[in-house]
């Protein structure tokens, strides 16, 4: 069974830190992963995933088949990163399959 | 374009009675999924409608049904309503494995 565990249900960094959202999942085969951000009062949009390897607002993300991670990654956070982060797995025709997601605060 | 669009917002029901959520796709798009994601939880998959079949389906009982129309739009119908489906359900349509675009949901509580 495929399954996507986020260890840290909340991560609170001051502004200008780096941050890092964890993520790993359980699946034997080759997964597409990805990372799903909800902004405050806005719907779930997909962020980035792991194929295209793009960097977008900033957030990079390297899938590690050794580690089975796919971990989020910024060098400097900025408030408007204040969200919830989800990290999802699809197998293959499959339907997404979340973690339960982390909640970045960024402080000033 | 509106994007993936749901009704109602919100929904209070009676434990025991039946409800209906409505989701319009994305322009384009073909297929629908829809989502439970209750409190502190992400979203876990119920099923997923294409050429107005339900082609997959998560771990949930029969009271959770759905439809999907000619025009792509689709409901989710559910049953007996329990406590326990107190949630934010949400829809996300995609054009055949593409990448999925999500609705605000419908917050239904059920007292």
């Known amino acids: 069974a495929q399954r996507v565990t986020q260890p840290e249900k909340l991560l609170s960094v001051f502004k200008g830190a780096p941050v890092e959202l964890k993520c790993n999942y359980s699946y034997s085969g080759s997964p597409e992963l990805f990372w799903y951000v909800q902004y405050s009062r806005q719907r779930l949009q997909l962020l980035l995933r792991h194929i295209s390897r793009e960097s977008i607002k900033g957030f990079t993300a390297d899938l590690n088949k050794g580690e089975t991670s796919f971990h989020l990654k910024k060098p400097f956070a900025q408030e408007e990163d204040s969200a919830m982060y989800y990290c999802?797995?699809?197998?293959?025709?499959?339907?997404?399959?979340f973690g339960k997601g982390t909640r970045l605060s960024v402080i000033a | 374009d509106a994007g993936v669009t749901q009704s109602p917002t919100h929904l209070i029901k009676t434990r025991g009675q039946q409800v209906t959520l409505r989701c319009s796709p994305k322009s384009g798009h073909d297929t629908v999924s829809w989502y439970q994601q209750a409190l502190g939880q992400g979203p876990q998959f119920i099923f997923q409608y294409y050429e107005e079949e339900e082609r997959q389906r998560g771990n949930f009982p029969d009271r959770f049904s759905g439809h999907q129309f000619p025009n792509y739009s689709s409901e989710l119908n559910v049953n007996a309503l329990l406590l326990g489906d107190s949630a934010l359900y949400l829809c996300?349509?995609?054009?055949?494995?593409?990448?999925?675009?999500f609705g605000q949901g419908t917050r239904l509580t059920v007292v």
């Open positions: 999802a797995l699809r197998a293959g025709n499959t339907p997404l399959v």
């Open positions: 996300a349509s995609s054009l055949r494995g593409s990448e999925a675009f």
